[in-house]
C-alpha cells in the first residue's frame, strides 16, 4: 500500500500541479486576453480620433481650397482690373501728347498771325513815316521852286 499511496500522492500531487498549471494558464490567457481587448479598444480609439483628424484635415484643406480659389479670382480680377487702368492711362497719353501737339501747333500759328500782324503794323507805319517825310520833302520843294520862281512866272493861286 505504501506504493499505492506513494503512487497516489505523487498522482495527487501532479494532479494538483497540472490544476495549478491549468489555473496559471487560464489566468495568463485571461490576462492575455484583458491586455489584448484593452490595445484593441486602444487602438479603435486612436483609429476614430485619425479618422476624426483626418476629416477635419481634409475641412480644412477645402476650406483654403476655396479661400485660395476666392484669393486667386479676387488677384485675377484686380490684374484685370489693373491692366485696363493701365492701358486706359496709356491710351490717355496718347490723346494727352496729340492734344500738346495740336495746342503747339495752333499756339505757333497763332503767334506766326501775331508776327505777321505786328510785321504789317511796323511795316505800315514805316511807309506812313517815309511818306510823311516824302511829302514833307515835295512840300519843301516846292515851296523852294516857288521862291525861286520869279512872280510873274508863278501860278495864279
Do not use: Y
Not at 484593441?40 to 484643406?61: F, G, P, Y
Not at 501728347?97 to 500759328?109: D, Q
Amino acid at each position: 500500500i505504501s506504493e499505492l499511496e506513494l503512487e497516489k500522492a505523487r498522482l495527487g500531487d501532479e494532479l494538483t500541479s497540472s490544476q495549478r498549471q491549468a489555473r496559471d494558464k487560464d489566468e495568463r490567457r485571461a490576462a492575455l486576453e484583458a491586455e489584448r481587448d484593452q490595445i484593441t479598444k486602444a487602438l479603435m480609439v486612436e483609429a476614430e480620433k485619425s479618422r476624426a483628424l483626418i476629416e477635419e484635415r481634409s475641412r480644412s484643406d477645402e476650406s483654403w481650397a476655396k479661400r485660395l480659389g476666392a484669393m486667386q479670382a479676387q488677384c485675377a480680377a484686380e490684374v484685370d482690373s489693373k491692366t485696363q487702368a493701365a492701358s486706359t492711362v496709356a491710351d490717355l497719353r496718347v490723346q494727352l501728347a496729340t492734344l500738346s501737339e495740336h495746342l503747339a501747333r495752333a499756339l505757333k500759328e497763332r503767334d506766326a498771325a501775331a508776327g505777321n500782324h505786328g510785321a504789317w503794323e511796323q511795316d505800315r507805319a514805316t511807309l506812313l513815316r517815309r511818306l510823311e517825310e516824302k511829302e514833307k520833302l515835295i512840300s519843301s520843294l516846292n515851296a523852294t521852286f516857288q521862291r525861286l520862281l520869279s512872280p510873274e512866272d508863278r501860278p495864279l493861286k
